[in-house]
């Protein structure tokens, strides 16, 4: 059954405490994004992955660190530095970065602060 | 910045009739444009897409118009269902902006019975 997993489905983050979401796609695509949507709001691009071990800033990054150790994986860390890190984080990937690939999504990570 | 925004909030409609979303960009440099369904709590599932050398494309039930003159895109549901209830958003992408995806404010969608 192939797709895009997250984990877990809810977060809970204190005051300080750096968390990370999961992702995870067996789809075998080479490029990996992370969104975050704020309610009533679009997607806005937090990092993007074209391949592995290489990752680039997307809009709002600062605040957010990622890795990209393994094709298949692309966590995203939220630190302490995001100060308003609740949100709707999307993970997404796609064969690639040409223009008419399609990005599909995966369940999403509901995170909020305690 | 370029931006990809829509017209309605909420659309509200009758069961069995046709569905119209619209859709206004500004970057007139725009490539390529995609629709997206959300439903609550979830990710975002592709609909259709459209190329800017094209001005429509058809799929199941959906069909996708684009006006460049305009800078208008938008999205026809036919005998719209109970389960096309969601928010629909657009998005588009841009070579120069390196194929990232920039995606639109959304509208909700009601179906009522």
């Known amino acids: 059954d192939g797709g895009i997993t997250q984990s877990p489905k809810y977060l809970f983050r204190k005051e300080g405490q750096n968390v990370t979401l999961s992702c995870e796609q067996n789809l075998n695509h080479d490029a990996m994004y992370w969104y975050r949507q704020d309610p009533g709001q679009g997607l806005r691009l937090i990092y993007y992955s074209q391949i592995v071990n290489d990752f680039q800033k997307g809009d709002i990054a600062e605040g957010y660190s990622v890795s990209r150790e393994k094709k298949e994986s692309f966590p995203l860390t939220v630190t302490s530095a995001q100060k308003n890190p609740t949100a709707f984080y999307l993970c997404?990937?796609?064969?690639?970065?040409?223009?008419?690939?399609?990005?599909?999504f995966g369940p999403g990570t509901r995170l909020l602060v305690l | 910045g370029e931006s990809v925004g829509l017209h309605l909030p909420t659309l509200s409609v009758q069961e069995g009739d046709n569905s119209i979303i619209n859709c206004a960009y500004s970057n007139s440099a725009s490539d390529y444009f995609i629709w997206y369904k959300q439903e609550s709590g979830k990710g975002p599932q592709f609909i259709i897409d459209?190329?800017?050398?094209?001005d429509k494309r058809q799929g199941q039930r959906v069909t996708v118009l684009l006006n460049k003159t305009v800078k208008h895109l938008s999205l026809q549901i036919a005998a719209t269902q109970p389960g096309d209830s969601a928010v629909y958003f657009c998005a588009e992408k841009s070579i120069a902006a390196g194929n990232k995806l920039t995606f639109g404010g959304g509208t909700r969608v009601l179906v009522k019975p």
């Open positions: 997404a990937s796609s064969i690639g970065l040409a223009l008419g690939e399609t990005q599909y």
């Open positions: 459209i190329r800017s050398n094209m």
